[in-house]
């Protein structure tokens, strides 16, 4: 799997944060989207797949590996 | 065409569970999840009342959120043959991008999930204070008065730099101004009062500034004085009487359910599903969220015509069994993530991720300090806020063994 964030759409809703702690967090001055690793690990999948369909924004994209 | 809605939004919820959405909306989703609706002033618009089609439009940038395009859904006299007032600058929630992704960006950092985290040990304090003054004078309490009012306000209160003391000013004022029979000429006076109460606190935080949001705002000199005063308003509102009656409401509704109450006592873990799940559930955005079609769109087939306004309807959305297996049962062990009680879109709730530690601290102790917490009144003597623009309870009479 490989992540991408579109910082410039991101609204700060924060909603991967919550979802993907391990994966997404938040930039400390404004608030939109920090990528931590753009490829989790295994067990992050189901978690990183919730965070993209929760975003508010479509700010993240999964790219699920074949 | 047949005229789904021919008058109005419905506000009341007469199926005799209070924490129901309209039973006509429920009706419609069945049938006609887009439905034409007549609006008080004659406007010929729409209602959503489906899920993933209401989620669509609200990431829809064809849909504007500008305050002045808009159409009153509810058949109150304040509205009767009067234009809206035009939007003050500042108000980024009546906007559209890019003006409104440039207000928003300057209070993103200050409600990430982090910052609100940071908050939990001061939220916990709070709410153990007033437990404690309601342990201390004995039972009966009113639970909106005593803890689901005061939680929220004195939280946001405190990351403003909003002197707790001058409450009063704004918790009589806002509700006024959120009761839709009120008259205009009163609701525009108590607007008139908090506006004036909001601009002097403004000039105090220009004058003194102090180590909050604020003073924050203030000084780093993005933001006029018009403008400030519109983002105190904003974040003093939403942040005080959305929580508030969802700590209520969400309250009544486990008294209701003592199932639910039960496994919510005894689970630890279940505290964050049961928020997402009372929020589903309860929905307290009485009349959902508005936009308004910026040029002609076909959605689900049907051609809505630029300069429409829909009405989606959250409360009845959150409810929708496509998304959610049987909808009206409230069920804490379900995963009830997106639902849209906090919206969707670039409006998403700013502040949700305050409302949900504060939710999550506020249920928690409060039935872990009232374990035989109980009403004291039957529950439909309980009075519902079917005329305020945020649903919820006026009082919630409580009881325990002491």
Do not use: I, N, Q, S
């Given at each position: 799997m490989r992540v991408e964030v579109d910082t410039d759409r991101?609204?700060?809703?924060g909603m991967c944060a919550l979802t993907a702690p391990a994966v997404f967090d938040q930039d400390e001055q404004a608030g939109t989207v920090l990528l931590l690793t753009p490829e989790p690990v295994a067990s992050e999948f189901a978690a990183v797949r919730e965070a993209a369909q929760l975003c508010p924004a479509a700010a993240i994209t999964v790219e699920e590996s074949s | 065409m047949t005229i789904s809605l021919p008058n109005a939004l419905p506000t009341t919820r007469p199926t005799g569970c209070p924490f129901d959405p309209p039973a006509e909306l429920g009706r419609l989703r069945e049938t006609e999840p887009v439905a034409r609706m007549r609006y008080p002033d004659g406007h010929l618009g729409w209602v959503v009342t489906g899920h993933a089609l209401a989620r669509q439009i609200l990431a829809d940038p064809r849909f504007s959120s500008r305050g002045e395009l808009r159409h009153v859904p509810i058949d109150v006299?304040?509205?009767?043959?009067k234009a809206l007032p035009p939007v003050p600058r500042g108000m980024f929630i009546q906007m559209d991008p890019p003006e409104h992704t440039h207000y928003r960006r300057l209070l993103t950092g200050q409600f990430t999930v982090r910052r609100m985290n940071q908050l939990i040990p001061r939220i916990e304090q709070i709410a153990e204070e007033h437990l404690d003054a309601m342990a201390r004078k004995g039972p009966p309490a009113e639970l909106v008065h005593d803890y689901a009012l005061a939680i929220p306000s004195l939280v946001i209160c405190e990351l403003l730099g909003v002197p707790y003391a001058e409450r009063a000013v704004f918790h009589e004022r806002t509700k006024l101004m959120l009761n839709l029979e009120r008259g205009d000429e009163e609701v525009m006076a108590a607007f008139g009062e908090i506006m004036a109460y909001l601009g002097e606190l403004i000039e105090r935080k220009r004058a003194e500034p102090a180590d909050d949001l604020l003073s924050g705002l203030v000084t780093g000199g993005e933001l006029d004085h018009e403008e400030l005063v519109s983002f105190a308003l904003l974040l003093l509102t939403a942040g005080h009487e959305t929580t508030a009656n969802m700590l209520a409401l969400g309250a009544f509704a486990l008294l209701e359910n003592p199932d639910q109450l039960k496994a919510f006592t005894g689970d630890p873990e279940l505290v964050e599903p049961a928020v997402e799940e009372l929020l589903r559930y309860l929905t307290i955005t009485h009349f959902g969220l508005q936009r308004i079609a910026l040029e002609d769109v076909e959605i689900a087939g049907i051609a809505i015509a630029k300069g429409e306004c829909l009405q989606l309807h959250t409360p009845a959305a959150n409810r929708d069994p496509a998304k959610?297996?049987?909808?009206d049962q409230l069920d804490l062990g379900r995963h009830a993530s997106g639902h849209l009680a906090f919206g969707h879109g670039v409006h998403q709730c700013l502040g949700q991720q305050l409302a949900r530690v504060e939710m999550r601290i506020g249920y928690r102790k409060l039935f872990q300090r009232?374990?035989?917490?109980?009403?004291?009144?039957?529950?439909?003597?309980?009075?519902?806020?079917?005329?305020?623009g945020i649903y919820g309870v006026h009082s919630l009479p409580v009881t325990w063994e002491s």
């Open positions: 991101c609204c700060g809703a | 006299d304040r509205f009767k043959g959610f297996p049987h909808p009232f374990p035989t917490l109980r009403l004291a009144v039957p529950a439909d003597e309980v009075p519902m806020r079917t005329k305020m």
